[in-house]
């Protein structure tokens, strides 16, 4: 008994993306960076500011709604099936400008500059055109989120360590 052979589907869509549809169309998502990002101008200068940064004003839940409004691209990124290492980027962004952007004035400038939803919507655009091709910078990257987490978990450890040897050694 031979075993049958299926001919490949027309549309190699992911399962996710499929669901998402029209909702997470590029038009919507791009539509959505903008407005959150970079929808208006200050006259006379090249500075642009969206929702984001305007939200941002409200001290902390304003950049709380915000973050909340740019979940909507990283989830549409999940959706269609970009690899976790673009969306690891996509999150690490994202959280950059809700804590950053919840620091009063600095942060408000921050948001304005950082554009974090341009910058997930640009990754998830180029996940999409060249599927699973990430370059060094992402690995990069990683390496460099690695090593922050390593440093800022073993900061504590090694206080603890010495307070522990401080107090031994003085009893």
Same mark, same amino acid.
Not at 100 to 123: C, E, M, Q, S, T
Not at 127 to 135: A, F, N, S, V, W
């Given at each position: 008994m031979e075993p049958e052979i299926l001919s490949p589907l027309n549309e190699p869509l992911h399962a996710r993306a499929r669901v998402g549809g029209k909702l997470f169309s590029d038009e919507n998502l791009d539509l959505l960076a903008h407005v959150l990002d970079d929808c208006f101008r200050i006259p006379w200068t090249s500075i642009r500011f969206g929702i984001d940064g305007l939200i941002g004003l409200v001290p902390f839940a304003g950049d709380v709604l915000a973050g909340l409004a740019s979940c909507i691209i990283v989830i549409a990124a999940w959706f269609r099936g970009v690899p976790y290492i673009t969306l690891t980027r996509m999150v690490v962004n994202l959280g950059l400008d809700v &804590?950053? /952007?919840?620091?009063?004035?600095? /942060?408000?400038?921050?948001?304005?500059?950082?554009?974090?939803?341009?910058?997930?919507?640009? &990754? &998830?655009?180029?996940? &999409?055109?060249?599927?699973?091709?990430?370059?060094?910078?992402d690995y990069v990257f990683l390496a460099c989120l690695a090593l922050v987490l390593f440093v800022i978990f073993t900061i504590p450890i090694v206080a603890l360590m010495w307070l522990v040897a401080w107090f031994v050694h003085h009893a």
């Open positions: &804590l950053i /952007g919840a620091i009063p004035v600095l /942060g408000d400038a921050f948001d304005i500059a950082w554009k974090a939803n341009r910058r997930n919507y640009k &990754l &998830l655009s180029r996940e &999409l055109r060249q599927p699973h091709r990430h370059t060094w910078k």
